[in-house]
């Protein structure tokens, strides 16, 4: 069982940035994959990112590429997402994840834990 708890989110102008933040509790963080996902209103939760065990892979959505970097400190049971070059698009509740896979996993149906989510604000 893995707790998760997501932070950071916020109020953030276009072109700014934000770090989310996901603790999780248990012993056994660094077994799980661990994903970022989003839902604004009215659509689907859709994946942004997601980072392997070790942190040695990771993969995102093309619409955050090269804006978004997952990392994540296994010591610290904790994973982030560092999102520069905000857009009004961006706006949405951010989820974090975790799935009981040594692989990256990109579908919602995939992840086994979740957190209750943390709000991101783009105003334009």
């Known amino acids: 069982q893995v707790q998760l708890v997501e932070s950071g989110g916020g109020l953030v102008q276009a072109g700014g940035s934000l770090r989310l933040s996901c603790a999780a509790s248990?012993?056994?963080?660094?077994?799980?994959?661990m994903g970022w996902f989003r839902q604004a209103p009215g659509k689907e939760r859709e994946f942004v990112a997601a980072?392997?065990?070790?942190?040695?892979?990771?993969h995102y959505a093309d619409s955050v590429k090269g804006r978004f970097t997952i990392s994540r400190d296994n010591a610290k049971n904790t994973v982030y997402l560092q999102m520069n070059s905000l857009k009004p698009e961006d706006t949405a509740v951010y989820y974090c994840?975790?799935?009981?896979?040594?692989?990256?996993?990109?579908?919602?149906?995939?992840?086994?834990?979740w957190g209750q989510g943390t709000q991101v604000t783009v105003s334009s």
């Open positions: 994840a975790a799935a009981s896979t040594i692989v990256l996993v990109l579908r919602v149906r995939e992840y086994d834990y």
């Open positions: 980072i392997r065990r070790s942190g040695g892979s990771t």
């Open positions: 248990g012993r056994t963080f660094s077994s799980y994959t």
